[in-house]
C-alpha cells in the first residue's frame, strides 16, 4: 500500500511538471509548425514581438529561450582576432580548418560535409555544455570570388557558381545534419547578393543583368535554399542594382515566393545605420526600419529599436507585418528544438552528459583537421620531380620566410586547440635525421646564408590575413581583408624568393596565402611551388607531408589566376561577360580555374554517355575511364565542362557542371561516373521569366583542369 501512495504521488508530480511544461499549444511538439507560431504570436505582446527581430527571439514570460549567432566559416569562432567569444572572455577553444578558399581547393564534397558536421557537432557542445555562443551559425560564405582583388577572396570557395553552390549544399547539411525532425545548428548563409568588393561597400551597388542574377550571383544561394535546405541568410552592404540589398524586392519576391525559403533573414552587422548615413536611401529611420521588415528582415543586427517603433507610431508599419516576418525566426528555433522538451531532440544530448573530453580535443576532430588540410594543398608546379623531397638524401635544409614560423588567424577565425607552424611540421618530419636551419628574413644576409650551406631550400611566404594592423587598414598594397580591398597582386616578398634561390637552385616555394599572387618569376625560375590557404591548426604537419611524399597532393585552383593585375577588368564591374573568370577571360592565365599537379600521372582513356540526347528534368551518366599510370597512390580530380554549341544567347566558352576527386592505386584504372542534369544546361529567358532549355548540341568536354581538356563528346539538348 505505501509502495502505492508513493507511486501515485510520483505520477501526479510528473502531471504537474508536465502540465507546466506544456502551458500553451506552441509547447506541443506534435503540433503543426505554422498552429504552434500561430499560438505563440497570439500570446506575445507588441513589445515582445519587437525585441523578437533581434538575434535572439527568446520570450522570457513564456518560457521560450531563443538561440543566437556563432561565426563558423572554417570552424565554431569562439574566441580569434574578432573575439567572437566575447570581448574579455576566455575563449573556448576549436577545431580549425583552413580558410574556406582552402576547403575549396579540397574540390571534395563528402570532406566538406564532414568538416561543416564536426563544426555544428561543436556548436551545439559548447552551446549545451558550457553555454556559450548559439546554434544560428554564419556559414558558408555563398558569395562568389569573381576578382582577386576582392578583400575577402578568403571568405569563398572560388568564382565558379556552380561549383560554389554544391560547396555551399555540402557545407549546409553538414552544419544542419541528417535528422528528419531536427537541425544540430542552423546555416545561415552570407552575403546575398553580389557582395564582392570591400571598398565602397557601404554604398556602392552591384550591377549586372537579369541573366547574370538568375546564372551566375544567386546560384549558390538557391541550391543551399533548395537542395541544401537553409532556412537563413544574410543580406549583403550593397545596392544590387541600385537597391540596397536589405531592401530589396528579391528577399520576398524571389527566395521565398519562389525558393521557399521561409526562415531567418538577418541584416549584415550595422547595414540599418548605413541604409542612412551611407546608402542615404531614406530620410528617416522610421521609413528605413518599415521598408526592412516589409521587405523580409526579421532580425536586425545593429539598433533598430527606435526605428521600429517609429515606424509603428507613424503608422508605416503594422503589428501584423512584424508578426509576418518573424514566424521565420521561431521556424528556425522549432528546426533546432529550442521550444521542445529536450527529449524529443537527439542533438539535445550533445554535451550534456559525462563527457570526458571536449570534442575539439579529440583525435577523431584532429583528424579530420588534418585531412582537410592536406586536402587543400595545390601542387602549381613540380619541374624534374624536385618534389617530393627525399628525407634520406638531405643532411641540411633551410626553411626560410615570414610565414615559416607562424599559424596566422583571420578575422572569422576561432582559437585553435594548438597549432602546428610549417618549421614546427618539417622538424616533426625530419626528427634528427636532417639539421633544419631557419631564417625569417635576409637581415644581415641570412637567407642567403644558410641557403647556401643547404642540400636543399623551402621558402614560405604570403599574406598576412589580418594585414598585421587595425580596422580596414592594409599597410601592404598586396594584402586584404574584410573592409580593404588588394590594390596589388604582387607578392612583395618575391624578392626574398629571388635571393633565395640565387643561392641555391633546389629551391622549393610554399605560397600560404588568402588569394592568388602573380608570382611570375617564381613560375618561370623556381622548380617547384604548392599553394594552401591560411588558418588550419594542422598546417605544419599537412605541409610537411606533401613536400616529402607522405601525401600525394591533388587539391585544385577554384579561381583563375591572372599574370597581370592589368588582365582584370575594373573592380566595380559586375558583368564577368567582360573577361572575368575562367568562362570568359580571354587571355592566357598565369594559373587555370582548375589547375593542380600529382606526384603521379593520369591517362584519360575513353568518354562514354548512357544517351546521346538529353530532354528537361533528364540526366545523362557520362562515363570517364581513368589509369593512374604512374608508381604512386594518387587522387585525380576528374572535371565535366560544357560548351553550348548552337545557343541562341551569349553564353560562357565553358561552363563546370560535374566533378568529382577519386583515389587511384597506381596502375589502377576506373571508371568515374559523372552525372550532367538538364536543368543545369538551362539559361534564364528574361522574355518568359522562366529558366528555359534549348534545343541545341553541347559538347561535353572532361579534363584535368579547365585549360587542360582530354576527351570531348557531343550530345543534342531537345
Sequence with gaps: MKNLTLHIVFLLSVNLVLSQQKQYPFQDSKLDTEKRIDNLLLLMTLDEKVKALSTNPSIKRLGVTGTGHVEGLHGLALGGPGEWGGKNKQPVTTTTFPQAYGLGETWDVDLLQKVAQVEGYETRYAFQKYHRGGLVVRAPNADIARDPRWGRTEESYGED??????????????????????????????????????????????DFDERLWREYYALPFYMGVVEGGSRAYMSAYNKVNGIPAMVHPMLKNITQKEWGQNGIICTDGGAFKLLLSDHKY??????????????????????????????????????????????????????????????????????TGKDTIDPWKTEAHKKIALEATQKSIVLL??????????????????????????????WYSGTPTYVITPLQGI??????????????NNIDGQAAKIAKKADAVIVIVGNHPICNAGWANCPVPSEGKEAVDRQSLTLEQEDLVKVVYQANLKTVVALISSFPYAINWTQEH??????????????????????????????????????????LPELLDYNIRNGRTYMYFKGKPLYAFGHGLSYTTFKYNSVETNSETIAKNEEVKVTVSVTNTGSKDGEEVIQLYVKQLNSKVERAQKELKAFQRVFFKAGETKNVSLILKAKDLEYWNTAKQQFELENNAIEIQIGSASDTILLTKNITVK
Design 381 to 410: 608546379k613540380n619541374d624534374a620531380g624536385v618534389l617530393p623531397l627525399q628525407k634520406d638524401k638531405l643532411k641540411t635544409i633551410a626553411i626560410i620566410g615570414p610565414r615559416a614560423d607562424e599559424v596566422l588567424l583571420d
Design 282 to 351: 531614406y530620410p528617416d529611420p522610421y521609413l528605413g526600419a518599415a521598408a526592412a521588415v516589409k521587405a523580409g528582415i526579421n532580425q536586425f543586427l545593429d539598433e533598430y529599436i527606435e526605428g521600429v517603433y517609429g515606424a509603428l507610431s507613424h503608422g508605416y508599419l503594422k503589428e501584423k507585418d512584424i508578426d509576418a516576418v518573424i514566424r521565420g525566426n521561431y521556424r528556425v528555433m522549432i528546426k533546432l528544438g529550442m521550444l521542445d522538451v529536450s527529449e524529443d531532440n537527439p542533438y539535445s544530448k550533445i554535451g
Design 161 to 206: 557558381a556552380f561549383f560554389n553552390g554544391k560547396m555551399t549544399v555540402a557545407f549546409v547539411k553538414g552544419l544542419q545534419g541528417n535528422h528528419p525532425k531536427y537541425w544540430q545548428t542552423a546555416s545561415l548563409m552570407k552575403h546575398f547578393l553580389a557582395n564582392s568588393n570591400e571598398d565602397g561597400r557601404t554604398y556602392t551597388s552591384s
Design 526 to 567: 623556381v622548380p617547384a611551388i604548392v599553394h594552401m590557404t591560411q588558418n588550419s591548426q594542422e598546417t605544419g604537419t599537412a605541409l610537411a607531408d606533401v613536400l616529402f611524399g607522405d601525401y600525394n597532393p591533388a587539391g585544385r585552383l577554384t579561381q583563375t589566376w591572372v599574370k597581370d593585375i592589368t588582365d
Design 427 to 440: 622538424k616533426n618530419k625530419l626528427g634528427n635525421n636532417v639539421e633544419v636551419l631557419y631564417a625569417k
